[in-house]
């Protein structure tokens, strides 16, 4: 099993809709969980940090947290064209490499 | 305006030669990351420096090397390029290890 999965997509939603996001990690003891987005041709953005169990929201971002299932997600609501992006799950580590990156899960907002 | 700072921008490179890709940030931050970006691959930690004068290998340092000399600068080192090192690199900082990275507009390298 991979350190960090996340479904490559795309994913594509309508404008207006919920896109939601996955991300599953390996080791149990991560305290810390970050969302990026990256536009095509562009670097990572910090979008989303979420460090305890439950839900943070920043304003249309949702990042939920379930530690026992190993699970972080990304709610992004009403949808608009600009989403449109890969989005990156990363998450740290307190030995051996010092970060690791999901995959990246494509999304397209359809006008 | 504060940030990471590449250069160059992309670069087109005999194999063989050596090059130094460039990185700088004014945010003094402690740590400092450098990635590869690869398609189908995502990004890839090739080394990292928690704190001036320190470094640490990543999931695929072969064929590169780093130095920190001070907070600001982390230069990132090709000895002898070969063309599987073509690819988008990305340069990171952030305030202390584990913490949210901030990254700089990437270099797009080709070894030909």
């Known amino acids: 099993q991979k350190e960090v999965e996340q479904n490559s997509g795309p994913l594509s939603v309508p404008e207006g809709a919920i896109a939601s996001l996955n991300c599953t990690y390996s080791?149990?003891?991560?305290?810390?969980f970050f969302w990026y987005r990256q536009y095509s041709g562009k670097s990572p953005e910090l979008i989303m940090s979420?460090?305890?169990?439950g839900d943070k929201e920043d304003g249309r971002f949702t990042a939920q947290l379930n530690k026992a299932s190993q699970y972080v997600s990304l709610l992004i609501r009403d949808s608009q064209p600009s989403d449109s992006a890969t989005y990156l799950c990363?998450?740290?580590?307190?030995?051996?490499?010092?970060?690791?990156f999901g995959p990246g899960t494509r999304l397209s907002v359809l006008p | 305006i504060a940030g990471i700072t590449q250069a160059p921008t992309s670069q087109i490179l005999a194999a063989g030669r050596r090059m130094t890709l460039r990185c700088t940030q004014d945010?003094?931050?402690?740590?400092m990351y450098w990635y590869r970006q690869d398609l189908g691959l995502g990004l890839r930690l090739i080394h990292y420096?928690?704190?001036?004068?320190?470094?640490g290998k990543g999931e695929v340092p072969d064929g590169y090397s780093v130095s920190r000399a001070n907070t600001d600068d982390f230069p990132l080192t090709l000895a002898s390029a070969v063309p599987s090192q073509t690819s988008v690199y990305f340069c990171?900082?952030?305030?202390?290890?584990?913490?949210?990275?901030?990254f700089g507009d990437g270099t797009r390298l080709s070894i030909l």
């Open positions: 990171a900082s952030s305030p202390e290890r584990n913490q949210p990275q901030h």
């Open positions: 080791d149990r003891g991560s305290q810390s």
């Open positions: 979420i460090y305890s169990n």
């Open positions: 990363a998450v740290p580590r307190d030995y051996g490499q010092n970060f690791v």
């Open positions: 945010m003094r931050h402690n740590a």
């Open positions: 420096s928690n704190t001036a004068g320190t470094t």
